[in-house]
Nanobody, 122 residues
Framework: QEPLVESGGGSVQAGGSLRLSCAASIDNYRWFCLGWFRQAPGKEREMVATIDDINETNYADSVKGRATISRDNAKNTLYLEMNNMKPEDTAMYYC????????????????WGQGTQVSVSS
């Protein structure tokens, strides 16, 4: 069983919205720091948003005001809602988990999902 499985990707027009989900099969999930990353073709993977075990959040400047990260510990699920989407949001989106926020934010988490593709057309 994969530790992290993303869903909810797809195609959307600029200005539209998407909600990504990430189902986790990790022991002690509620104590993990979680995040969303993305990688566009030809670019490095970048952090989109993180949420720690006390629900403190952090966002990349490129998505501030347009993205909301949240978690449901009862369902072992992480979410990312994005609004007013732009063509530059087109990327493969990955969820990630680590016991330490530092490793997560540095892009070196213990767990990665397989990714879900998001495409935004103008």
């Amino acid at each position: 069983q994969e530790p992290l499985v993303e869903s909810g990707g797809g195609s959307v027009q600029a200005g539209g919205s998407l909600r990504l989900s990430c189902a986790a099969s990790i022991d002690n999930y509620r104590w993990f720091c979680l995040g969303w990353f993305r990688q566009a073709p030809g670019k490095e993977r970048e952090m989109v948003a993180t949420i720690d075990d006390i629900n403190e959040t952090n966002y990349a400047d490129s998505v501030k005001g347009r993205a909301t990260i949240s978690r449901d510990n009862a369902k072992n699920t992480l979410y990312l809602e994005m609004n007013n989407m732009k063509p530059e949001d087109t990327a493969m989106y990955y969820c990630a988990a680590d016991a330490g926020l530092g490793r997560l934010a540095a892009g070196r988490p213990s767990y990665w999902g397989q990714g879900t593709q998001v495409s935004v057309s103008s």
